[in-house]
Nanobody, 127 residues
Framework: VQLVESGGGSVQAGGSLRLSCAASGYTYSNNCMGWFRQAPGKEREGVAAIYTGGGGTYYTDSVKGRFAISQDNAKNTVYLQMNSLKPEDTAMYYC??????????????????????WGQGTQVTVS
């Protein structure tokens, strides 16, 4: 299983970035894929999750209305569109995947511990 994130960078407050997570090495459909972030000195937190078999997207409260998670099944890629970025969004962003059903994804998709596979991360800096 390989997850490769890209799209991070430096942006001014109010700007936008789109992160990508390209997945390979497993059956892409019917999995829960999540985006997490970790700022220096803080614990990793779940930002958004999507069930790749269709059925739902889930967000932490602090990003609702600003971030959008989506997927391109043909490319085995999940995206995180981040708008109206704030300095507090500065963090290393990671994607992760777990093979579960949609109910489990809905309940635990923003929790770090169930995920078995992680990417290396991409840095987002908002100033």
């Amino acid at each position: 299983v390989q997850l490769v994130e890209s799209g991070g960078g430096s942006v001014q407050a109010g700007g936008s970035l789109r992160l990508s997570c390209a997945a390979s090495g497993y059956t892409y459909s019917n999995n829960c894929m999540g985006w997490f972030r970790q700022a220096p000195g803080k614990e990793r937190e779940g930002v958004a999750a999507i069930y790749t078999g269709g059925g739902g997207t889930y967000y932490t409260d602090s990003v609702k209305g600003r971030f959008a998670i989506s997927q391109d099944n043909a490319k085995n890629t999940v995206y995180l569109q981040m708008n109206s970025l704030k300095p507090e969004d500065t963090a290393m962003y990671y994607c992760a995947v777990m093979h579960v059903d949609v109910s489990y994804c809905r309940e635990f998709g923003l929790h770090e511990s169930p995920y078995g596979y992680w990417g290396q991360g991409t840095q987002v800096t908002v100033s």
